[in-house]
Every structure is written in C-alpha cells, then in structure tokens.
C-alpha cells in the first residue's frame, strides 16, 4: 500500500496571492455584467442624504492591471500597520532583551489567580482600544510575551489581544474619533426625518459600561476554557524559575519611576486649560474629543513615537538598574532585538498589504453594502424581525467593509430612517451597528490589522506549520459566536422592556 504523503498547510502569503486572484477575476466578472446598485448615502459637507450609485470596477483588464502594478509598491510603503510595527518593535525590542518585561510579568502575577488575571487583562485591552488602531501593534505582541513569561502558550494571548482589541472597538465607555464622526452620520441622517432631532453624546454609557464588564468575562472565559486548551504546550515553557532578586526590584523601581514621570508629563499636555498644558492638542477643532484623537491632532499623528519612547525609557532604565546593560552596545543590539527574524513578517505583510488595495480599488465591498443596505430599507420588517435582520445583514456588511465610518456612512442613511419609521430611535440604530459590526471585525481578513495578528502567530509557529489564515479565523470564532448572542439577546430586551441605555436614549421613540 502507497504510503500517504504528508499534506502541508497552505502558506497565508499563498493565500493572499489566491485571494487577489480571486478579487481580481471576481472584479472582472462582476464589471462585465455592470454589477451597480443605487443608494441613499449621508453628505457630510451638505447635511443632507443623497442617492447615489455604487459599481464594480473591473480589475481584468488592462487598465486594471496598470493600476495594481503601479500602485502596488507605493501601497505598500504607506501601509499603516507596517510603520507602526517596525517603530514599536524598537521599544519592544528594549523591554524584552533588558529583562523589564519578564521581571513586570512576575511581579504583577506572582500567586495570582490565573482567572482573574486573564479577566484584568481583557478588561484593560478593551479600555485600550479607546487609542484606536495603534493598540493592535503595541499589545498583541506585549500580550503574546505576558504568556510567554507565564508560562503559557504565547500564541494564546495573542488570539486573546486581538479578540480583546476588536469586540473593544464597539464597547467602550469613553469617545474616540471614531464615536465622533459615527456621532455625526447618525445625527446627520436623523435630521433628514427630523430637523430637530439631537443625541447626546453620552447616549449609550449606562449600556457600555455594563457591557465592558460582561465582555471582559466572556473573553476571560473563552480564553481558559476554549483557546489555551487547544493550544499545544509552548516549547519554552520549562525553563527554569524566574526569581525577582535586588538588581531586578532595583531595576523595577528605576524603570517604573521614570515611566510615571513621563506619563504624568505627557497627560499633563492633554489637558486643556491649565498653566501651560494642553500642547499637544489641535485647537482648529471644536469638540476636545476630535481635539486630542483628530486626523491632524499629535496624540493621531505623533502616539505611535510616544508610545516606543515610553517603551525605551522603561527598558533603558530597567537595564540601568539591574545592570542588564553595561554599555552602548548593549543598547544598541536591545532596540534591534525585536526585528530579527521579521523578514517573513514583511514579506507576509507586503501581499496582504497588495490584496487590501486591490479589494478596495475593486469597490466590491461598497456595492454589498449598499445593496445590504437597500435590502433593510425595503424589507418592511418592524420590532424584533426589523433589530434581527439588521444585526445579521451588518455582521456580513463588516466582514466585506470592516472600516466602521465607511460602513455606517453607507447604512446610515438607509437605517436610521427605516427604524425611525418603524418607531425606533437612532441611538438604538446606532448601538445596534456598533455592537453587531464588532462581532465579525475579528473574522475578516480585509481589516488591514488582521494582518498584525495572523503575523504575531506565525512568529510563534514553527516554520514547518504556519498558522493557516482559515484557522487563525477559527481562534475567533468562539468569541463571535458567544458575542452575537449576548448582543441580540441585550438588543431585544432595550426594545422590550424600554428601558434607557444611555442619558436620554431608549430603543423605542
């Protein structure tokens, strides 16, 4: 009998290449048939909501095939995740090799009870994604060592951070320029039924404070029971014991001393209104919350260097203190030491940084939307029928454009009126896309930092077994799962108990 060969998984860079194949065939297929479909869309600048059309754009062909040659480098150097990864490796890189990061972990978990510990942890990663994208560079990799240094399977954080990272984009108790501009579609779409309508801005707290609490069980939860189950034993996790001695409590105190004194000044600077603060605000905007999180604002444009400073101080005094580094040289080699290796993660990076233009340049997932969209509008549905088939038609909406303002600035002009009509109030629209969008938001490898995670996972697989992307997919289901159950079990009951979720919001008018 012929022996079996022994199959080996897809590579993910194959996959991206059969996925731009497949974006680019699909396009062209599409394009042939004139594939387009009319919508209703909010006009920021105007107030007002508009009807508008949205078409494939055939890649297959030879206009297509000049554009995604031409732009295909110039993507890839101005891939966000890219910059931020390599700049934020470097304070990494310092932590890690001067021994801060192993000696904090101790600390902070020593006796601790492994439960509580996970849940904290969730709890600060959901607070976290308040920063908004640059949260996925710093924690996932930060989270992944937690573990390691736990010794627990590091790839098992770093299913955590990014579950975390992403049901936090929808949850969270305080405003970031996201809430900010989502604010204004909903507003903006309202006042075209009624010109007077307003919403507070704190018009989901009571119910996002609430779930904060129950989302960060849940992962805890999912976390012990599902994913470090499954995860097999991590090769490094027999080293010897790991003792806190003088040198490293020195180091601690030296590093963490410093570390507070930086944040003190750096918070300080983000408050308006007392003696020389404030600076690192952007006056042109009215509201405080576009002020500090703003395109043109410094906590936008400059918290990737703030963060990898605050990383190199903590590192640089820690080896000080516990004389794990002696000279320049030592410096030097530490701030590198989280870049060796990551020519697989850029080469990774560079063919999903290819596919993401493509699929976007293809304008396939603006037409499902608007037609996702449409489908709402039209389907008369009223009461629980109308927040069901929302919430399913937004998940898969998500998984086609998992950018949250592009999404809602097409669904808004559709949804807000249709659950008006149907007497339910934008607020309650609103919550609803928030919370159903963050379920698939882990699930789709469109979103341009899902590419962050699958790299963090096959930094720790072994070279003969990458993490397929299909199965880092399947790392999230669990949450997603658990989640949209949670979510439309709490959407259905503000819609019958009526209650407020929020300071002057209810589901019904």
Known sequence: MARKKNKKPLHPIMTYLLLICVVIITSGILGLLDVSTNYNVINAIRGNIESTTAAVKSLFNLSGLKTIFSTTVSNFASFAPLSMLIITLIGIGIMDKSGFLQSFFTLITKKADKFRVTFILALFLIFASIAGNIMFIVLIPITALFFKYSKRNPKAGIVMAFAALTVGTSINIF??????????????AANSIDSTYEIN?????????????????????????????????????????????????????????????????????????????????????????????????????????????????LGYFYGLGARTIKNNQD??????????????????????????????????????????????GSSGFTGIPLIILSFI????????????????????????PTFINAGMTPEFAALLFRLSSSVTYGLTPVMAYFIIYLAFLNMYSEDDKPEK?????????????????????????????????????????
């Open 469 to 509: 992307i299909t199965t880092s997919i399947k790392h999230m289901i669990p949450y997603a799962g658990y989640a949209a159950a949670i979510y439309i079990v709490i959407l259905i009951l503000l819609y019958v108990i009526g209650i407020p979720f929020g300071i002057g919001a209810t589901a019904t008018i």
């Open 175 to 188: 405003m970031n320029s996201v809430d900010s501009s989502l604010l204004s579609y909903t507003i903006l």
């Open 201 to 313: 801005v704190f018009c989901d707290i009571f119910i996002m404070i609430a779930l904060t609490i129950i989302m960060a069980l849940l992962i805890a939860s999912v976390t012990e029971k599902i994913i470090i189950p499954r995860m097999p034993k991590y090769e490094e996790e027999v080293e010897e014991e790991f003792y806190l001695d003088k040198r490293k409590k020195r180091g601690l105190l030296f590093s963490l001393t410093i570390g507070f004194l930086y944040l003190l000044i750096f918070i300080y600077n983000i408050i308006p209104g007392l003696p020389f603060s404030g600076n690192l605000l952007d006056y042109s905007q009215t509201y405080y919350i576009d002020k500090l999180f703003g395109y043109n604002s410094f906590f936008n444009q400059g918290f990737v260097f703030v963060i990898t400073f605050f990383f190199f101080l």
């Open 331 to 376: 410096v030097s080699n530490y701030l590198g030491h989280s870049l060796d290796g990551i020519g697989k993660t850029l080469v990774l990076i560079f063919f999903a940084s290819a596919f993401i233009s493509i699929y976007k340049e293809s304008n396939i997932g603006n037409v499902v939307a608007a037609s996702a969209a449409n489908l709402i």
């Open 393 to 416: 038609i937004v998940m898969i909406v998500t998984i086609f454009v998992p950018s949250t303002i592009t999404s809602w600035s097409i669904l808004s002009g559709v949804m807000v």
